[in-house]
């Protein structure tokens, strides 16, 4: 008996459009494709849309919604939108102009790579018992290499601003205010928001 598709198992046909579609506005960025008879439509009427397949959809969609921005992608302009809707200095930040979208992002990687680091710092300190060989799991030779490349940048820039670097984290990690930041450390307002630019613009350097 010939293999008949069913609702779990997509036919071949919907497999090949479904891949033609990723290719045409992923892979290539084609736009949206215009509904039949569009260009025919009476002065004031909207043309219906073409949903695309289910995960491309949501792709092209996001791209649709930040289009109108030049700069950077539409996958940092949607995160930094919904970091600003947050509260936190960061996000004041970002709602008066003083960092922008790529900044953002910067100091998420950025509070990230702290907490990796000091989440393995201590499960290393909670695993000091003698072992029998020196392999395992544990072993230096089995880290992750994204967690290699991640804290070796950390300490990149950590060395990078390291005049300034509690104050840095205090703002990145504790989320402190930027002007408590610049009184605890005696600087003016114009002073430390011009040192947190630059470290954020320096981490994508490290």
Do not use: F
């Not at 393995?120 to 003698?130: H, I, K, Q, S, Y």
Request: proline share 6%; glycine share 4%.
């Amino acid at each position: 008996m010939p293999y008949l598709p069913t609702d779990e198992a997509p036919s071949l046909a919907e497999a090949l459009e479904r891949e033609r579609q990723r290719v045409a506005h992923l892979v290539l960025g084609e736009p949206r494709p215009k509904p039949k008879g569009a260009n025919r439509l009476k002065k004031g009427k909207t043309p219906a849309i073409v949903s695309l397949e289910p995960g491309i959809e949501e792709r092209v969609l996001l791209r649709e919604r930040w289009s109108h921005k030049t700069n950077g992608t539409a996958e940092t302009h949607e995160h930094a939108a919904v970091q600003a809707r947050r509260e936190g200095a960061l996000a004041r930040l970002v709602a008066t102009g003083a960092i922008d979208a790529h900044q953002l992002a910067a100091a998420d990687q950025i509070a990230e790579a702290y907490h990796s680091i000091t989440a393995e710092v201590a499960v290393r300190t909670a695993n000091l018992e003698p072992r029998s060989s020196g392999g395992g799991p544990h072993s230096a030779s089995h880290a992750p290499i994204a967690a290699v490349i991640r804290e070796r940048a950390y300490a990149r820039w950590r060395d990078a601003v390291a005049p300034h670097a509690l104050m840095l984290l205090a703002i990145i990690v504790d989320d402190m205010a930027l002007t408590t930041a610049a009184r605890d450390w005696r600087l003016s307002n114009r002073r430390a928001r011009s040192i947190l630019v630059s470290a954020l613009d320096s981490w994508k350097r490290c």
